[in-house]
């Protein structure tokens, strides 16, 4: 997949769990930790468990194989 939709963020970082949810790759909370305990989720390619991984600009976040660009 090549073409992101980008998310813009108001500060230089966020917590992966917080992005699953403003990019509506998670309902809420409780699926976002779901989807990461489970290996769903990706940051730039690599499978990500730590759901208070820090984010950044030019990060690429996927679920099942659904992805964001954080701008």
Do not use: C, F, H, P
Not at 6 to 33: F, H, S
Not at 49 to 70: A, F, H, I
């Amino acid at each position: 997949m090549s073409d992101y939709e980008e998310i813009g963020l108001r500060d230089t970082t966020i917590r992966l769990g917080q992005l699953l949810k403003l990019a509506n790759l998670a309902e809420d909370g409780i699926d976002a930790k779901r989807l990461i305990e489970e290996g769903l989720v990706k940051v730039n390619g690599d499978i990500e468990t730590r759901r208070g991984r820090q984010v950044r600009s030019g990060d690429v976040v996927e679920v099942n194989g659904t992805g964001v660009r954080v701008a």
